[in-house]
């Protein structure tokens, strides 16, 4: 999709007890499953949300992108939370919290990003609404 960066972050989980320090002896992140996530990126509710969240979102600037994420992790301290419950409440973060819920705790998290690394929606809530700066996005 182009100027468009999707990810999901997924928890690579082992075959072995959490309680084992011991090196894990099997992913559970194999072919399967980056099919399975794949699968997830191609269906509309994915696309369209990209979509629209590059839409709205096409004009602002750093400061602007700043902004926001500083917002959203103001609101994590307060009660009133508009930007986090409008995100969290959209189609697509219902959508991934389904399939996190399906994934037996194969993924601890999952997230969707716009072409500025913003949120576009999100299984759970993040510590910050900006992806932009950390690795993932780059």
Known sequence: MKNSTILLSALMLTALPFSSFAKPEKSLLDSGVIQDIQNFLQEDIVVMAILNQNSKYKN???????????????????EDQPLIAATLANPLSSYLTRIQAHSIGLYSEMFVMDMHGLNVGQSNITSDYWQGDEAKFK
Do not use: F, G, I, T
Not at 60 to 78: C, F, G, M
């Open 60 to 78: 602002l600037d750093n400061q602007a992108v700043l902004d926001l994420d500083k917002k959203w992790r103001a609101e994590r301290k307060s």
